[in-house]
């Protein structure tokens, strides 16, 4: 019998994949308009940039988190435990370095470049992309007779604030819920740990639990390691459908996972 719903945050409860590339070409045609080069190649440029030297220099001792640069990019970050403790030590540096190489490696010049203005716009435009799906609220709300659990890999303060700033901490800050982050476990989804963690805060067993998130190699590839009932919410309709992985249901909204848990 299922007692909690667990989500998975990002793409599945608030929109976040469709904010970096978006926003990172929005920097540059903001602070640099008259820069010419084909959007495809400003993207590989930043993103390999920013795992190189966010992901791989300064988060390489915790990749099994998963989560780094394009994460730590955007992020005030802090909080408890050992990588919030960590990336509070370094975050300013490691966004101050990346965005210094991203204009490099562009070929733009730094002179006159005022890095802090650009690390503080990028910002703005992240959180201001924030937001629920229209589906979510809607659906949490007929779910008051079970546990709700969001279980997402990241930063914990970075996590939480989406959480708030999208109008769904209502419904995870009462008796009978969790929110659990890979930052503080150190290991992410598709480890069993998260989920583990979070039953045990839930005062649930994996067999009382159903997962629900996006992805098949981190939600449903963890849930179904664990015998743990799972859905897969595929809002695009274009997962990989020759991926080994099954999920137990699959939904185009949230709105269809009521008549499958109750």
């Known amino acids: 019998m299922i007692k909690g719903v667990i989500f998975d945050l990002d793409d599945t409860l608030t929109v976040h994949d469709d904010l970096y590339d978006s926003n990172y070409l929005k920097i540059i045609k903001t602070f640099f308009p008259d820069f010419k080069m084909k959007d495809a190649e400003i993207l590989k440029i930043m993103i390999e940039t920013i795992d190189s030297i ?51 490696n562009l070929g733009i010049s730094i002179n006159k470049i005022n890095i802090k203005t650009i690390i503080n716009k990028y910002k703005f435009f992240m959180w201001e992309g924030i937001k629920a799906f229209d589906d979510v609220i809607p659906t949490l709300t007929k779910l008051k007779k079970y546990k709700l659990g969001v279980l997402t890999n990241g930063m914990e303060l970075h996590q939480r604030r989406k959480i708030s700033i999208s109008g769904l901490m209502n419904f995870f800050s009462t008796q ?8 503080e476990c150190l290991l992410g989804k598709p480890s069993p740990v998260p989920y583990n963690y979070i039953c045990e805060k839930l005062s649930l067993d994996t067999s009382e639990i159903i997962m629900i998130g996006d992805t098949l190699d981190g939600d449903i590839s963890g849930a179904k390691n664990l015998n743990i009932k799972n859905i897969l919410i595929n809002r ?24 499958i848990i109750d």
């Open 54 to 104: 966010g992901s791989n220099k300064y988060f390489s001792n915790y990749l099994d988190a998963k989560f780094g640069g394009r994460d730590i990019l955007w992020a005030d970050c802090g909080g408890f435990g050992e990588i919030a403790q960590y990336l509070k030590e370094v975050h300013l540096e490691a966004q101050n370095e990346m965005w210094k190489n991203i204009i490099k």
């Open 176 to 183: 009978n819920s969790e929110i659990v982050t890979s930052s």
């Open 236 to 259: 695009k309709k274009n997962l990989n459908r020759e991926s080994s992985i099954k999920p137990d249901f699959e939904v185009s909204s949230l709105s269809k996972i009521i008549r």
